[in-house]
C-alpha cells in the first residue's frame, strides 16, 4: 500500500464564527519582493470545520488540510493554539 503524503497545516486568526460549525481563519505570511527585496505580509481567508463550535473570533488556531467538505470548505480545525482575550 502506498502513503500518503503530509497534510498541509497552517496556523491563523479567526475572523469569523457567525457560521454553523464553520469558522473564517486569515493566515498570514511574508513573500520577498522581486525587485526591492522587501518583506511584504500577504493574508489568505480559508473556511475551516468547526464540528464542536468552540472557536471565538480571535483565537489562534492551527487548520489542517483535508478532503473537500462543502463548496468552500477544504481545511479543519485541528486544534486551539492561544484563546482570544474576553474584555
Known amino acids: 500500500m502506498k502513503e500518503r503524503g503530509k ?3 497552517l496556523t491563523g486568526m479567526v475572523v469569523s464564527d457567525k457560521m454553523d460549525k464553520t469558522v473564517v481563519v486569515k493566515v498570514e505570511r511574508l513573500v520577498k519582493h522581486k525587485l526591492y527585496k522587501k518583506y511584504i505580509k500577504r493574508q ?7 464540528d464542536k463550535n468552540i472557536c471565538q473570533i480571535g483565537d489562534r488556531v492551527l487548520i489542517t488540510e483535508s478532503k473537500p467538505l462543502s463548496k468552500m470548505k477544504r481545511w479543519r480545525v485541528s486544534s486551539i493554539v492561544e484563546k482570544a482575550v474576553s474584555a
Open 7 to 9: 497534510k498541509r497545516q
Open 44 to 50: 489568505t481567508k480559508f473556511s475551516a470545520h468547526d
